[in-house]
């Protein structure tokens, strides 16, 4: 019997794997009762099909579809191409915002971020309660994909590329559908799903995210849990002295306190995934690369906007964007939701010196200190340490410090003791 990850599928995912076809088929299709005042819509895993493929036949569908170039406006751009396997799920290069559009030349508003060690994460939620010792404590807004936390599945978050103008650029769900009965996976889809899958756009368009939702908790390739801090955990490896010192730091709460965020143990029997989901402001530098900065009136304000609209009313979550897990953080080209720093040196600087030299932390890059975030919102920028300290104060960091932080760090990349490929 094919094994499925239950412990991170979604509850709803899980049962659409897990219960007999029959099942499902017939609480797709069966009507309402007469005496019920309403019905209910079905939801996306209640969309009836022909057959009913298995977590496995779903997973090397769901891998197809990620590479699918056919699928996009420009026929030039698959999820892989900003996502890309060798990459950690995220871009091979440094730019700060990837390229898309119907001519792959329309530059995106946000960094690419690593769609790996996502299968934990909660559904957003305003008031977040986490049941780890203090179950009354309200942890604030939390979870949902994206930097902004607007997807709550991951079949929110694979459609948002498809229709996305600065991405694969189609332009409804319709324009998917007739590339999708057109490109090489046509076959497949009806193979996994039933011969007439593709008649019909809603089935055919739902039967894509699934498989992609699937495929994005394929714990091989997306959370394989293979670091060398793996190992350790396991008592299979051994942290260098610097490393040592560097996960020292990263968990004291007077020096680093990156585990207040990020967390590092193991946690009800699961090992960490390096984040705590929430939603955070700490206000990076703005970055002068993307093009919309190019315009002094924009402002990306994460979870209030402008990408996320459902929000933009409250004001207290202006600034804040997902804390993303530092899994394989060492691999990537940039950093922070708008890829300000090219260098991890520099991204953990940044927490060193915000408060204390900001001079330093914003001059480099000719940009006024909180530049991205409009000083109404300023409370709303977190202060615990290694934040919090006046200018001129010593930094939590030394540089020292900074460097032994970055081996720790580099210790959650995944593939410890795999042999390097030869070119």
Not at 27 to 46: D, G, I, K
Request: aromatic share 10%; proline share 9%.
């Amino acid at each position: 019997m094919q094994t499925v990850p239950r412990r991170f599928l979604s509850p709803f995912l899980l049962a659409w794997l897990l219960l007999p076809a029959a099942v499902i088929s017939i609480a797709a299709a069966a009507p309402p009762a007469a005496s019920a005042p309403t019905a209910r819509p079905p939801s996306f895993y209640e969309t009836p099909y022909e057959r009913r493929p298995d977590f496995r036949t779903l997973v090397a569908l769901g891998r197809s579809l990620f590479s699918d170039k056919a699928l996009s406006a420009s026929g030039q751009v698959s999820c892989a191409s900003c996502h890309d396997p060798a990459h950690a799920y995220a871009p091979s290069n440094r730019l700060p915002v990837q390229l898309g559009g119907p001519a792959r030349n329309l530059p995106g508003l946000r960094a690419v971020p690593s769609l790996t060690y996502h299968q934990g994460i909660p559904n957003f939620q305003e008031h977040f309660f986490d049941n780890d010792g203090n179950d009354s404590e309200d942890q604030g807004p939390t979870g949902g994909l994206d930097w902004d936390g607007r997807a709550d599945s991951g079949h929110e978050q694979a459609a948002g590329p498809l229709l996305s103008a600065f991405e694969m650029a189609n332009p409804d769900i319709e324009a998917v559908v007739a590339k999708l009965r057109t490109s090489p996976n046509a076959a497949a889809m009806r193979a996994a799903f039933g011969p007439r899958v593709l008649d019909d756009s809603k089935h055919a368009w739902n039967g894509l995210l699934l498989a992609l939702e699937v495929f994005q908790q394929s714990p091989a390739d997306f959370y394989p849990f293979t670091s060398k801090y793996d190992a350790f955990l396991r008592g299979q490896a051994t942290l260098s002295k610097q490393e040592a010192r560097g996960l020292a730091v990263f968990n004291d709460k007077t020096r680093g306190n990156c585990a207040a965020c990020h967390i590092s143990q193991i946690k009800r029997g699961a090992f960490p995934q390096f984040t705590d989901f929430g939603l955070i402001a700490i206000g990076v530098p703005r970055n002068p690369v993307i093009p919309a900065n190019a315009k002094p009136e924009y402002r990306d304000l994460g979870a209030c906007g402008p990408l996320r609209t459902d929000l933009k009313s409250h004001d207290d979550y202006c600034g804040r964007f997902r804390t993303p897990s530092l899994r394989n953080v060492a691999t990537r080209g940039v950093f922070f939701h708008n890829g300000v720093y090219t260098k991890l040196e520099d991204a953990v600087r940044f927490y060193a010196l915000r408060d204390t030299d900001p001079a330093r932390a914003y001059g480099a890059l000719r940009s006024g200190r909180f530049a991205d975030l409009p000083e109404k919102y300023r409370d709303n920028l977190n202060q615990e340490a290694p934040f919090g300290a006046r200018p001129g104060n010593r930094p939590a960091l030394t540089e020292a410090e900074v460097a032994d932080v970055v081996a720790f760090l580099k210790t959650l990349t995944d593939g410890y003791g795999t042999p390097a490929k030869n070119d």
